[in-house]
């Protein structure tokens, strides 16, 4: 544990000191070649012109070079394997879509992927929405914001370990350690494997991703409804408008455009989702998702790349529109154009 913790902060100074180092180097070069002091007249303006035109780059550059490395170099690279056969050499051309339109699993993990798409994103935007109203108007908001806000500190494999302790199952006869089934024995029920239960399982996984982006929607609803106007507010309560009233007609219209930001927000994730699934089922019993399922294909069983990289692509189709959209609406309640 030690030398891990050495060897973190030696990668952090590291990476700190040569990112310092790249910046005045680079500047300093800059300044080398371009020099501004000592010359003068045009020669000077035209160095300090392209210094200007230059200098960005130099803070854009590394960034650039590591998304086309990391991000557009695996796209290209990943469209490629979907017309390859499972070693990555042969092309099949559109064999790969063919199989993931008539294959079973694919179609059970696209329903389970439509069904997180449907509950997530509605539920964590009106709980988050409705958290921020409440806590608004009690002393002890500030506590209970941060208290729902905790989860999203936690790693999805942590939450899911969390769960897995709430959804616990004993046999016959034991003492139930599970905190769902303890309590359905107290109240003289049954005890259940909940997550090997088909259908609802998916949304006993649900309330994993929920309980960790409600904190997330609640923090960034809240930040809207504090730029609403008082005014408004205030001119509601005189005509006569109850808080049911004013919270759906008045307060909701004003934000709809971060409501909305959030929403997708959190159905980009769950269309990515991944590690909880892994986690608590490991895609049986009708769980799987996309991105598992592309997992189980690219990694497991000896591997076939080009089925893998089909349902990647897939993902990336779904995610991409929603992006653009959600940046699109960002860009507008930020006042861009």
């Not at 942590?158 to 109240?187: D, H, M, P």
């Not at 909701?252 to 986690?279: C, E, N, R, S």
């Not at 990289?309 to 861009?336: D, Q």
Request: glycine share 10%; hydrophobic share 55%; aromatic share 14%.
């Amino acid at each position: 544990m030690t030398g891990q913790i050495l060897s973190a902060i030696l990668t952090v100074v590291l990476g700190v000191a040569g990112c310092v180092a790249y910046f005045w180097g680079a500047n300093r070069l800059l300044d080398l070649i371009f020099p501004a002091r000592g010359v003068k007249g045009a020669t000077a303006i035209d160095n300090l012109r392209r210094q200007g035109m230059i200098r960005p780059w130099l803070f854009l550059g590394p960034a650039l070079l590591v998304l086309t490395i990391y991000l557009i170099y695996p796209v290209f690279e990943t469209l490629r394997l979907s017309f390859m056969d499972r070693s990555g050499q042969n092309f099949v051309g559109l064999a790969n879509y063919q199989w993931a339109g008539s294959d079973r699993e694919f179609r059970q993990a696209i329903f389970n992927n439509l069904l997180w798409l449907a509950v997530v994103p509605a539920a964590c935007t009106f709980l988050g929405l409705v958290i921020a109203v409440l806590t608004d108007r009690i002393w002890w908001g500030a506590i209970a914001k941060s208290l729902i806000f905790m989860p999203l500190a936690i790693s999805f494999v942590g939450a899911s370990v969390i769960w897995k302790f709430i959804y616990e199952y004993r046999g016959a006869g034991q003492t139930q350690i599970g905190a769902l089934n303890a309590i359905v024995q107290y109240f003289g029920g049954t005890p259940q494997v909940w997550i090997s239960t088909p259908f609802w399982n998916n949304f006993l996984l649900m309330a994993i991703l929920i309980w960790i982006q409600t904190g997330f929607a609640m923090v960034i609803l809240s930040a809207a409804l504090r730029g609403i106007p008082d005014e408004t507010i205030e001119a509601a309560t005189i005509d006569g408008a109850n808080g049911f009233q004013i919270f759906w007609k008045i307060m909701v219209p004003q934000i709809w455009g971060t409501i909305a930001v959030v929403w997708t927000t959190i159905t980009i994730l769950v269309l990515k989702v991944f590690d909880i699934v892994l986690t608590m089922t490991n895609g049986q019993w009708n769980t799987m998702v996309l991105a598992n399922l592309m997992f189980d294909w690219m990694f497991r069983g000896g591997g076939d790349f080009g089925r893998g990289a089909t349902i990647a692509i897939v993902i990336m189709l779904a995610v991409v529109p929603i992006m653009i959209w959600n940046i699109r609406s960002a860009t507008r309640e930020s006042g861009g154009h």
